[in-house]
Nanobody
Framework: QVQVMESGGDSVQAGGSLRLACAHSRYTESRTRVAWFRQVPGKQREGVATIGIRGTSTYYADFVKGRFTISQDNAKNTVYLQMNSLQSDDTAMYYC??????????????????WGHGTQVTVSS
């Protein structure tokens, strides 16, 4: 099972940018995907973006399209989430996860079995 650990959370002003990093262990399953989720207290965890661990395909939630970009650096075993044009609604705990979801579950927490502890992103207006 792939292990993951997030970093990079911070407090930023609205309109600013932030890059989160997800360091992951080596994988053996070629279908493995790494995803970013976020959650605010009292709400369900929601999928933000996901990438095939071989850089095969990416998917984004509609609310981040055009603002966030997910990418990976295989040499560093790290997946990044570049977040631009941040809004106060982006304030949340961001989690990295790894798993082998089917197509219907690529942005569902049900598709992922390995989770990090989260990194806090706070956007002030």
């Amino acid at each position: 099972q792939v292990q993951v650990m997030e970093s990079g959370g911070d407090s930023v002003q609205a309109g600013g940018s932030l890059r989160l990093a997800c360091a992951h262990s080596r994988y053996t399953e070629s279908r493995t995907r790494v995803a970013w989720f976020r959650q605010v207290p009292g709400k369900q965890r929601e999928g933000v973006a996901t990438i095939g661990i071989r850089g095969t395909s990416t998917y984004y939630a509609d609310f981040v399209k055009g603002r966030f970009t997910i990418s990976q650096d295989n040499a560093k075993n790290t997946v990044y989430l570049q977040m631009n044009s941040l809004q106060s609604d982006d304030t949340a705990m961001y989690y990295c996860a790894a798993g082998t979801p089917t197509r219907d579950y690529v942005l569902s927490s049900l598709g992922y079995s390995s989770w990090g502890h989260g990194t806090q992103v706070t956007v002030s207006s």
